[in-house]
């Protein structure tokens, strides 16, 4: 039977995050973005992640500006963004009143299509989300945060994709965030999740440990329904399989996509440049688009690993990066067994650093270890033992309610505490998300309206120099 296999292309967002640090600026999107626009993907994948901040922190862009944008170049296809549930798109659980205003204001700049996901699958993170995304009429897809350990067998995501079916899920993505999930493992998985739920199921995987694009066509075989790509100067290594790829693989198969290979041939044409030009910067190292074994040894994503290596090098340890990778699955144990994945990876991560470095385990533990561990970010797929309790928070009694029902609303604090850097509602929200960065932008912005060089601006006040 013929089942043409839908593709959401990723490349503004997952691929250039990840091959090149999320630094492709508006600019270099725009003027293609209407060719891409033809080809009929399923989506386009351009905001959320790491995007929000990458705009602001480093690019000094308005990122709900570049939503708007991208929205008025793209009329036919949908637009996607990924959502980190209770977390948005930054690293702690923000208030009910956040997410629900985030949700709202990302669908009236132009998203059509809500990724959700949460680090731990605690599903109770993504209630929040799912309700404020469904009140508008918006596609609500929910994740299954891929990962491998004891615990997360067959039958723990089958019954996980039922609960994301019965929250609200209008389909359902397999994250693999590190390309842990390999050919056969994902022909079982998606027969498993067709058989057992009723809405789409999307595939989205990273290439690291190069297996992704052989694992997507075994997915395929097994019915997936979506699958996610980049175009080919913006994919592989650390990033999804090629799109053009994928498009001529399963050209003349019950599966044929449709999609035009001329048109896919000129956008690739379009990014080549801006590839040959990330490298000269030295924003695309060899090192992510190598094939990394040691992802599926360690279950560590690309970004982690280079996270890693960033870390050790500021504390001259370059030699322990083997002690660290055999610490990181220790860790991961003790505090149980989460997906590593935003924030989760981080936290495991820097508490394995610190557990070589220090040549004591859990010597100094970072707040966000103490934070995980106190149930603050969520239930752990597997309970946390007593002695790992104790050792990190003393006698204090882990929370097991949902974590963001310990939180009080904070729109309107932060409303006041930026009153007089506002031009949009917008502006509240990015304050909210990112306190100190979000200032810094703002005072950025304001000194290019009074046609003044921001780097002349003194950062500690409103008034610029004349």
């Not at 089942?3 to 640090?21: C, E, F, P």
């Not at 509240?428 to 060089?453: C, H, N, S, W």
Request: glycine content about 6%; proline content about 5%; hydrophobic content about 40%.
């Amino acid at each position: 039977m013929k089942k043409a296999v839908k593709i959401s292309d990723a490349t503004l967002r997952d691929g250039q995050q990840s091959l090149i640090a999320t630094r492709m600026r508006i600019e270099d999107m725009l003027p293609i973005i209407g060719k891409m626009d033809e080809v009929g993907f399923e989506s386009l994948e351009v905001w959320g992640g790491a995007t929000f901040d990458s705009c602001l922190r480093y690019l000094k862009e308005d990122p709900w500006d570049r939503l708007r944008k991208i929205r008025s170049a793209v009329k036919n296809t949908k637009l996607q963004m990924l959502l980190r549930g209770q977390n948005i798109l930054g690293y702690r659980n923000y208030a009910d009143d956040v997410v629900e205003s985030f949700v709202r204001k990302s669908i009236e700049n132009g998203i059509d299509k809500m990724r959700i996901f949460d680090a731990l699958n605690d599903t109770r993170n993504l209630v929040t989300a799912v309700n404020a995304t469904k009140k508008e009429n918006v596609h609500a897809q929910l994740c299954i945060a891929y990962t491998l350990s004891d615990v997360h067998t067959l039958e723990y995501f089958v019954n996980l994709a039922k609960e994301l079916e019965n929250i609200g899920a209008d389909s359902i993505c397999i994250k693999d965030m590190a390309g842990l999930l390999l050919p056969m493992p994902a022909y079982e998985l998606v027969k498993a999740l067709k058989e057992n739920v009723s809405v789409p199921i999307e595939l989205h995987s990273h290439y690291t440990s190069g297996v992704a694009s052989m694992t997507y066509l075994k997915a395929i075989e097994a019915g997936v329904d979506i699958i996610d790509t980049d175009m080919s100067p913006f994919s592989m290594g650390t990033a999804q399989p090629s799109t053009e790829v994928m498009v001529a693989v399963l050209k003349g198969t019950d599966y044929e996509t449709g999609y035009d290979d001329v048109l896919l041939n000129e956008i690739s044409e379009y990014f080549r440049p801006l590839r040959e030009k990330a490298i000269e910067k030295g924003l695309l190292s060899t090192k992510v688009l190598a094939v990394d074994i040691a992802t599926l040894l360690y279950q560590v994503p690309g970004g982690m690993l280079s996270n890693l290596v960033s870390q050790l090098k500021a504390q001259k340890a370059e030699d322990k990066y083997e002690d660290v990778l055999r610490e990181i699955p220790r860790v991961r144990a003790d505090l149980g067994y989460p997906p590593l994945v935003t924030p989760s990876s981080q936290i495991v991560g820097t508490q394995a650093v610190l557990n070589v470095i220090m040549g004591e385990r859990y010597k100094l533990i970072p707040k966000e270890t103490k934070e995980l561990v106190r149930g603050m970010y969520g239930r752990t797929p597997v309970p946390i033992s007593n002695d790992i309790c104790r050792k990190i928070i003393g006698n204090e009694e882990p929370k097991t309610c949902r974590p963001a029902d310990l939180l009080e609303p904070e729109l309107e604090k932060a409303a006041k505490e930026m009153s007089e850097y506002r031009k949009q509602d917008e502006d509240v929200l990015t304050y909210t998300l990112f306190p100190q960065i979000a200032m810094e932008f703002f005072k950025f912005r304001q000194a290019q309206e009074y046609g003044i060089d921001p780097a002349l601006a003194d950062s500690n006040s409103k008034v610029y120099p004349v």
